[in-house]
């Protein structure tokens, strides 16, 4: 968990897209809060979740991770903000080169007084604006009131944002990231290009690589029996959703039913593992992670395009067969 204290400083450039050739209009000093820190702290609360935990990388090695280097001289000395926060936009101009990247705000706030699994801290808020609101004003002239329209920031939600909390900086920092744009309007160039980040190897990511892996199972197995995968999809979700420490190498055991079906869960196991690294040995299940997967919808069995029949029970005595008679399946359900 974690919590936002309060704006210490800010800074604030327009960066464009470096195609159109845009630019960037750099800042040389902090940006003035009174009057509206209260408003932007209201948005960052209301923009982030802070349970998707992300972590600065680089192949070559942290030091080459530009966003990383700049906010770890913010955390040095708060003094280089405005030369870092430059910084920053020249780094986010650069990779801001897809067509579709819009021209924006781009801020760079300080945080103070904030709260990481109960360790108090500081954090940098890298913030990008790119769609503006129209609102009306109402101003007095010549003893009327005259109503304009004026663009500013939405005050909804955060399109592109990022806020890196000043602990485990040897890891990359834990990081919260919000990227609400259409992924396919700019091709993920925030989170990918610009602070260059992948998943905390924590429980969280831990429990969706582990209900990913499940669920590829559950698949598989449907294409040999329909019963077996909606019981199999059952026992995960019954599984998974308690929150309990889990015990990976116990999973064949607690999800098949017989020999064979465990033989495919290991190869199975064995080849994503391969694909998408190795699992920890024990695993505490986050139930807000587990929750993110459709196993837990997966436990309908669907007979033709007539019946559907629910299993609640993973135990459920399910039999299936072929009427020698009409050629036709059927299913006995023993209660």
Same mark, same amino acid.
């Given at each position: 968990?974690?919590?936002?204290g309060n704006i210490?400083?800010?800074v604030?450039q327009?960066?464009?897209?470096?195609?159109?050739?845009?630019?960037?209009?750099?800042?040389?000093?902090?940006c003035?809060m009174?009057?509206v820190?209260?408003h932007?702290?209201?948005?960052?609360?209301?923009?982030?979740?802070?349970?998707?935990?992300k972590?600065?990388?680089?192949?070559?090695?942290?030091?080459?991770?530009?966003?990383y280097?700049f906010?770890?001289?913010i955390?040095?000395?708060e003094n280089?903000?405005v030369?870092q926060?430059?910084?920053?936009?020249r780094h986010?101009y650069?990779?801001?080169?897809h067509?579709?990247?819009?021209?924006?705000?781009?801020?760079?706030?300080?945080l103070d007084?904030?709260?990481?699994d109960?360790?108090?801290t500081?954090?940098?808020?890298l913030f990008?604006?790119?769609?503006m609101?129209?609102?009306l004003?109402?101003?007095?002239e010549?003893?009327h009131?005259?109503?304009s329209?004026?663009?500013?920031?939405s005050?909804?939600?955060l399109e *592109?944002g990022?806020?890196?909390f @000043? =602990?485990?900086?040897?890891?990359?920092?834990?990081l919260?990231? !919000?990227d #609400?744009t259409?992924?396919?309007?700019?091709a993920?160039y925030?989170a990918?290009?610009f602070l260059h980040?992948k998943d905390?190897?924590?429980?969280?990511?831990?429990?969706?690589?582990?209900?990913?892996?499940?669920?590829?199972f559950v698949?598989?197995l449907?294409?040999?029996?329909?019963?077996d995968?909606?019981i199999?999809?059952?026992?995960?979700?019954e599984l998974l959703?308690?929150g309990?420490?889990?015990?990976?190498d116990?999973?064949?055991?607690?999800?098949?039913?017989n020999?064979e079906q465990k033989?495919a869960?290991d190869?199975y196991?064995?080849?994503f593992?391969?694909?998408?690294?190795?699992f920890a040995?024990e695993?505490s299940?986050?139930s807000?992670?587990a929750?993110? *997967?459709?196993v837990s919808?997966m @436990? =309908?069995l669907k007979?033709?395009n007539?019946?559907?029949?629910? !299993?609640? #029970?993973?135990d459920?005595?399910?039999?299936?067969?072929v009427?020698?008679?009409?050629g036709k399946r059927?299913?006995?359900l023993?209660?």
């Amino acid at each position: 968990m974690a919590t936002i204290g309060n704006i210490k400083a800010a800074v604030v450039q327009r960066v464009g897209n470096k195609s159109n050739d845009d630019g960037v209009a750099f800042s040389d000093s902090l940006c003035q809060m009174e009057g509206v820190e209260e408003h932007l702290l209201s948005l960052i609360n209301a923009s982030f979740k802070f349970d998707d935990w992300k972590q600065f990388y680089y192949i070559d090695g942290l030091e080459m991770n530009p966003a990383y280097r700049f906010v770890t001289k913010i955390f040095e000395d708060e003094n280089n903000l405005v030369k870092q926060s430059n910084n920053l936009a020249r780094h986010l101009y650069e990779q801001s080169i897809h067509p579709n990247i819009k021209i924006g705000e781009f801020y760079v706030v300080l945080l103070d007084g904030c709260v990481i699994d109960g360790v108090v801290t500081n954090a940098v808020g890298l913030f990008k604006s790119e769609v503006m609101e129209t609102v009306l004003t109402v101003k007095m002239e010549h003893n009327h009131l005259v109503l304009s329209p004026q663009m500013g920031m939405s005050l909804k939600k955060l399109e *592109k944002g990022c806020i890196i909390f @000043n =602990v485990e900086k040897e890891q990359g920092y834990k990081l919260a990231v !919000v990227d #609400n744009t259409n992924p396919k309007s700019d091709a993920h160039y925030w989170a990918d290009n610009f602070l260059h980040v992948k998943d905390c190897n924590d429980d969280y990511h831990q429990t969706v690589k582990l209900m990913d892996m499940c669920t590829g199972f559950v698949q598989q197995l449907k294409e040999q029996s329909e019963v077996d995968s909606v019981i199999a999809a059952k026992k995960t979700a019954e599984l998974l959703k308690t929150g309990e420490t889990v015990q990976v190498d116990d999973l064949a055991d607690l999800l098949c039913q017989n020999e064979e079906q465990k033989q495919a869960f290991d190869t199975y196991r064995q080849s994503f593992e391969e694909e998408h690294g190795s699992f920890a040995d024990e695993i505490s299940v986050v139930s807000k992670a587990a929750s993110r *997967k459709p196993v837990s919808r997966m @436990n =309908v069995l669907k007979l033709g395009n007539d019946f559907e029949v629910k !299993v609640l #029970n993973p135990d459920a005595d399910i039999e299936s067969g072929v009427d020698e008679v009409s050629g036709k399946r059927y299913y006995t359900l023993y209660y």
